[in-house]
């Protein structure tokens, strides 16, 4: 199932924003995991400095997983005065089994609800089984793999703000004899830890990207990877 055309994850401030439609799965045959999530030099020093994190935290993650798939992707120009963001796709057993993006938004002014001047948005989908879906507290455990992915990987996380959705289709007519299909959608943003100190801000937006594959690991169903040597200032499981 594919839960295409959907909208993108909550804006800074929680209110969801519109996604182009039309964006599709593809298969991992020819990705790049080093593609550049945006154009380099933004003429913004602090911006290309998250960015390199970012892309950091990002080779952390391929290096350590064989079953998550990267590619860029172009963020809202309207959401921030600078922004970039990644894309990955999920195997398990060689078949696609999620989706996500993430974005990593700055504005040195700051905007309303966020507690620094970065706010990273992230969006997680993929297929589960029936069953799954209808359990009541799939939303209660779908949030607690990401709280408990940022509480290990990016600890200084603030103001967080998401959803968790489940969609479950039925097929009627010439389709009723389709088996329902059942999926799993989460929503989230957050502030990094900004104090002012670029290596923090470098380990909080890093830990960020490992605690967003981390989410769309377990909602895909794949087996937990190693430690990884990103966002290690978190508390151990």
Known sequence: MRLADTPAPPRAGGQADAVPAGHIRTAAAGRDHS??????????????????????????????????????WPAPKRLAPHAVALAATAFRDGEEAGEGKLMLLYDPAGQDGWTGTFRIVIQVQADVEEEMAADPLLGEVGWSWLTDALDLHAPGYAAPSGTVTRVITEGYGAKSDDPPATGFELRASWCPADDGNGDEIAAEIGGAVAAWCELLASAAGLPAAGTLAIGSRGRRR
């Open 35 to 72: 593609a550049p999530a945006r154009e380099a030099n933004s003429g913004d020093p602090v911006f290309d400095a998250a960015v390199a994190a970012l892309e950091a935290g990002r080779d952390a993650v391929a290096s350590a997983r064989d079953d998550l798939e990267f590619e860029g």
